[in-house]
């Protein structure tokens, strides 16, 4: 481990984790292309925090940005997962939304725009519960709407991770990308401690944390297109190929009886090893391999 | 959540907007702009109350250093003194840059 972790390699790399969120959002564009919308100086902030004592933030902790990415039409939404944990409200939920229903309609007008989602969030942001929640439904939504036509692409970096509605979200989308370092999820593990007990399930126990919801379990289980290590210029390059590969063939959400057949095989009377949990890249419906050279052969 | 106002005097103009800092625990957001005036104005909201000598002692401290014409707002999780004037710094290294 502290070979792999003083290793020159890993000392030079660009950390993707370690930029915040608006430099994160800046790196994946082509140089210098991409620009701020409904930045913090258009002060479209939360008008729920406030009535209940909580301090807002000038952006709503949401940041858009549009411009070009591989020299195609692309808009990047980045979460704060340092401001409500990244947590969705009616504005940031409404940026989101928003930015994915402009890029459709830029895509019908014949000018396909891609989505890149920069997912740090525990979902719905509990001070605006049923705007939050609502904001859901519209983003996956717009997602579902946008994917017809150019690559949505959620990317799941940090150990914030994605929750909540925010993982179903990243599960309608056209493609995930995850580092080891990233957690995908539904009910995230303090939530499920706080509700069952420690017994059942400790939330600080970071190895059984990991070894469940963490990006490499995700990535063998199929349910991740990418895994990719904490490193900005692998990063770049990862989000430029998707782009480039275009709308997946079949979308994973609408893979339902490859699911359900994986589910049912499962025998819920027995505790799984989450390391159980895996399946070949041969038992998806489209193996990452042969679509990578698909898109190599173009 | 309080909210604080603070004014000072100012000689020299701005050009350029900066931001910086999240509204995260123990940090905050220094939205810095560029004003109209021979003035400095700034509004400070914190989640933590009861801070308001602190708040202008940091401020006076700043101000007694910078003479932009500007409007500051702070939008603070409960940062410490020191954090707070790192980040007044960081804008306006920002803004001149």
């Known amino acids: 481990m502290s070979s792999l972790i003083f290793s020159p390699e890993y000392l030079q790399r660009r950390s993707f984790i370690e930029l915040n969120a ?14 701020e919308l409904a930045g913090p ?21 949401c940041i858009v940005m549009r411009g070009r ?3 195609q039409h692309a808009v990047v939404i980045a979460f704060n997962g340092s401001f409500q944990g990244g947590g969705i409200g009616e504005v940031s939920g409404a940026k989101l939304s928003a ?19 920069l997912l740090e969030t525990g979902g719905v942001r509990l001070q605006e519960a049923n705007l939050g929640l609502a904001a859901v439904a519209e983003i996956i939504s717009s997602i579902v709407a946008l994917r017809r036509y150019a690559p949505v692409i ?46 059942e399930f400790d939330a600080s126990n970071r ?7 963490g990006g490499q379990q995700r990535y ?33 959400s609408e893979q339902v009886d490859l699911y359900r057949s994986r589910i049912a095989a499962l025998d819920p009377s027995t505790q799984w090893a989450p390391g159980k949990l895996s399946w070949s890249a041969a038992s998806l419906a489209r193996p990452i391999g042969r679509n990578q050279e698909a898109a190599t052969d173009k | 959540m309080e909210q604080i106002e603070l004014n000072y005097s100012a000689k020299r103009k701005i050009s350029k907007n900066a931001h910086v800092g999240v509204v995260g625990s123990g940090d905050l957001e220094v939205l810095l702009e560029p004003k109209d005036a021979d003035t400095a104005s700034v509004r400070i909201r914190t989640s933590v109350d009861g801070f308001k000598d602190n708040w202008k002692a940091v401020l006076d401290r700043f101000f007694s250093q910078y003479d932009g014409a500007v409007h500051i707002e702070i939008n603070d999780a409960g940062a410490t003194p ?16």
């Open chain 1, 69 to 71: 990415i591989g020299g």
């Open chain 2, 82 to 97: 020191g954090a707070v004037y790192l980040r007044l710094q960081q804008a306006v290294e920002a803004s001149e840059s």
């Open chain 1, 41 to 61: 100086f258009d002060r479209i902030e939360s008008p729920w925090l406030a009535m209940q004592g909580v301090t807002p933030q000038a952006d709503d902790g």
């Open chain 1, 99 to 117: 930015a994915l229903d402009l890029a459709c309609r830029d895509s019908e007008n014949g000018k396909p725009t891609s989505a890149v989602l």
């Open chain 1, 207 to 213: 190895a059984l944390i990991w070894s469940i919801y």
């Open chain 1, 220 to 252: 063998n289980q199929g349910l991740v297109d990418v895994l990719v290590d904490d490193d900005t210029d692998q990063m770049i390059k990862t989000v430029r190929d998707l782009i480039t590969k275009g709308v997946p063939p079949i979308n994973r």
């Open chain 1, 22 to 35: 608006r430099d994160r959002a800046k790196a994946l564009f082509d140089s210098e292309t991409g620009r």
């Open chain 1, 154 to 199: 959620s990317v799941i970096a940090g150990p914030v991770g994605c929750f909540g509605g925010m993982s179903l979200a990243a599960g309608v989308s056209s493609y995930i990308v995850m580092t080891p370092e990233g957690r995908l999820g539904l009910n995230g593990p303090e939530v499920i401690e706080e509700e069952s007990g420690v017994e």
